[in-house]
């Protein structure tokens, strides 16, 4: 316990700092309240010095990290709630060409067809519709887009 006990600000400033540096390599948001409860900690010593022993360093370091962790967690579930449409599309291509208008490369037929998405050709299911035809996307299975007739 000794090595606690000689415990100054740049200590909790450079535990501060590593913290922030794993949470790049950990992500989860976790580490970085822990990280910002740390440098919290040490600005606190260096302003106040001698003031805060051992304990309330402690103290003051497991209370703010689990106060913020909390705080955190109900502003992203609420954030979620009310923004569900930004829950994530990333490797979801099809999801975020929802609702846009395209025109139809190949007729379809069957039911089937192709449409020109930028620089690539995307399989469409609809109703038949001849090449040319405006399309807007009403929905996606996989790598097929389900298309409606553009208005």
Same mark, same amino acid.
């Given at each position: 316990m000794e090595f606690f006990s000689g415990l100054e600000y740049w200590h909790w400033l450079v535990l501060g700092l590593l913290l922030l540096i794993l949470e790049m390599f950990a992500p989860g948001a976790i580490l970085l309240w822990f990280g910002i409860a740390a440098l919290v900690v040490g600005s606190l010593l260096l302003l106040l010095g001698e003031l805060l022993s051992l304990q309330w360093q402690l103290l003051i370091f497991s209370v703010f990290s689990i106060v913020s962790i909390v705080m955190w967690k109900n502003y992203s579930k609420k954030r979620q709630r009310e923004h569900p449409e930004e829950e994530g599309s990333l490797n979801q291509?099809?999801?975020? %060409?929802?609702?846009?208008?395209?025109? %139809?490369?190949? #007729?379809?037929?069957?039911?089937?067809?192709?449409?020109?998405?930028?620089?690539?050709?995307?399989?469409?299911?609809?109703?038949? %519709?001849?090449?040319? #035809? +405006?399309? +807007?996307?009403?929905?996606?299975?996989?790598?097929? %887009?389900?298309?409606?007739?553009?208005?």
């Open positions: 291509r099809g999801k975020s %060409l929802i609702g846009q208008t395209f025109t %139809l490369a190949t #007729a379809i037929e069957d039911g089937v067809g192709k449409a020109k998405v930028g620089d690539t050709y995307w399989r469409v299911t609809g109703p038949d %519709l001849p090449q040319g #035809a +405006k399309i +807007k996307v009403v929905g996606f299975e996989g790598a097929t %887009l389900r298309v409606e007739k553009s208005k």
